[in-house]
């Protein structure tokens, strides 16, 4: 198989306040995982890909302050918005390539975002 | 750059008849192309995925898609759909090495109607 999963999966915070969304390869290991943004009725714009043990690569227009990516073990990679405000509120979804498959990607089930 | 282009946002079609969902893609050298099905609310499923070979490829659900390297298309199909099919599908194209990034089109939304 090729699972993976986020945590949680809806949030709610206040502005100001920092979330923090999990995603996890469940049963492989993912070396690179990427993590996007989806907004209503509309497709996915990839915000940075992770890599296991070395710093995320932010694509043109994504604050890397602002939305902390680490990728600490090879089944894990994070996603902090920090001083989240409503602007923010998305749907977050991350993938993971499983290798040796390196060419596809495996979705998680996406994380909703609410900030009040 | 890469691109996709998915002209159609919408499209309804009537339990039990064929479906065609297409996708057209822009890309330097040769393509890796994907469709993805996202149901409300869901993350993404592969439904299928083309690299070489057979320009036909057969998917998950009974969807198969065909790759016409003249057309620069990769259209979807179903001969036959399922009330558990209407969800949201996404054309996709990568790259095996090098930045290895996906690119996805806008989206189809499916409705189907009994």
């Known amino acids: 198989g090729a699972v993976v999963s986020q945590h949680p999966s809806r949030v709610i915070c206040k502005s100001g306040t920092s979330v923090k969304i999990e995603c996890r390869s469940l049963?492989?290991?993912?070396?690179?995982m990427f993590w996007y943004r989806q907004f209503p009725k509309q497709s996915l714009m990839l915000m940075a890909t992770s890599n296991e043990g070395s710093k995320a690569t932010y694509e043109q227009g994504v604050e890397k302050d602002k939305f902390l990516i680490n990728h600490a073990s090879l089944t894990l990679s994070t996603l902090t918005v920090t001083s989240a405000h409503p602007e923010d509120s998305s749907f977050y979804i991350c993938s993971a390539r499983k290798l040796p498959e390196t060419d596809t990607q495996y979705f998680g089930p996406g994380t909703r975002l609410t900030v009040l | 750059a890469q691109s996709v282009t998915q002209p159609d946002i919408h499209i309804t079609v009537s339990e039990g008849a064929s479906l065609e969902l297409r996708c057209n893609y822009s890309y330097g050298a040769t393509p890796y192309l994907f469709w993805y099905v996202q149901s409300p609310g869901q993350g993404l499923q592969l439904l299928l995925k083309y690299f070489s070979g057979d320009t036909l490829v057969q998917g998950i659900k009974g969807f198969e898609a065909e790759f016409k390297r003249s057309q620069s298309s990769f259209n979807l199909r179903k001969p036959s759909v399922h009330w558990s099919d209407a969800a949201e599908y996404f054309c996709a194209v990568g790259a095996l090495f090098g930045n290895e990034k996906l690119t996805f089109g806008t989206g189809t939304r499916l409705t189907i109607i009994p």
């Open positions: 049963d492989f290991q993912a070396t690179t």
